[in-house]
T-cell receptor
């Protein structure tokens, strides 16, 4: 089955430390991968996407993600976390032409 | 430029009642989508409309109907609401149905079915 998985329900990190939010995928063919962020009581906001080209993708708010085809992963990273980064993060993969599959989400808690 | 708007923001229904969730976008996007968000399950696609005049089922279409009224508007109807439909509903749009297109989301509608 085509899918995307976020193995961690929650990630806790101290402000100023690097953060990683994990995502793995399982789709046939070449995946199109996205990261979205959701703040409380808000809709999802686009962070970054991988379509083709460089495996390291840079996005909004200092976030970046690394596409690893051999490990079928697309982990979200940031060198130095901010308290304001605390939110719910979703990985998504486009499959079957126009259908998005979203991961279950990872809650990021950045503590001062 | 309001982006994607949804009405209402919150609704309480009794089992068996019907209602329509409204969505509109002002970005001249061709494709529109309806998702539901449930705890621990991420977003699941209910229906989508690749272009004006077309609609297709997503992952969880049972109990729902949709109408692509025009290019701007895409409504979701619950004919006979059930407690299992308690959820947060998000509408989204994208420029076109090319696979790499980013989706833009509305603020959501919180629905409680008693």
């Amino acid at each position: 089955a085509q899918s995307v998985a976020q193995p961690e329900d929650q990630v806790n990190v101290a402000e100023g430390n690097p953060l990683t939010v994990k995502c793995t995928y399982s789709v046939s063919g070449n995946p199109y991968l996205f990261w979205y962020v959701q703040y409380p009581n808000r809709g999802l906001q686009f962070l970054l996407k991988y379509i083709t080209g460089d495996n390291l993708v840079k996005g909004s708010y200092g976030f970046e993600a690394e596409f690893n085809k051999s490990q079928t992963s697309f982990h979200l990273k940031k060198p130095s976390a901010l308290v304001s980064d605390s939110a719910l993060y979703f990985c998504a993969v486009i499959y079957n032409f126009n259908k998005f599959y979203f991961g279950s989400g990872t809650k990021l808690n950045v503590k001062p | 430029n309001a982006g994607v708007t949804q009405t209402p923001k919150f609704q309480v229904l009794k089992t068996g009642q019907s209602m329509t969730l409204q969505c509109a976008q002002d970005m001249n996007h061709n494709s529109m989508y309806w998702y539901r968000q449930d705890p621990g399950m991420g977003l699941r696609l209910i229906y989508y409309s690749a272009s004006e005049g077309t609609t297709d089922k997503g992952e969880v279409p049972n109990g729902y109907n949709v109408s692509r009224l025009n290019k701007r508007e895409f409504s979701l109807r619950l004919e006979s609401a059930a407690p299992s439909q308690t959820s947060v509903y998000f509408c989204a749009s994208s420029v076109d149905r090319a696979r790499q297109e980013t989706q833009y989301f509305g603020p959501g509608t919180r629905l409680l079915v008693l």
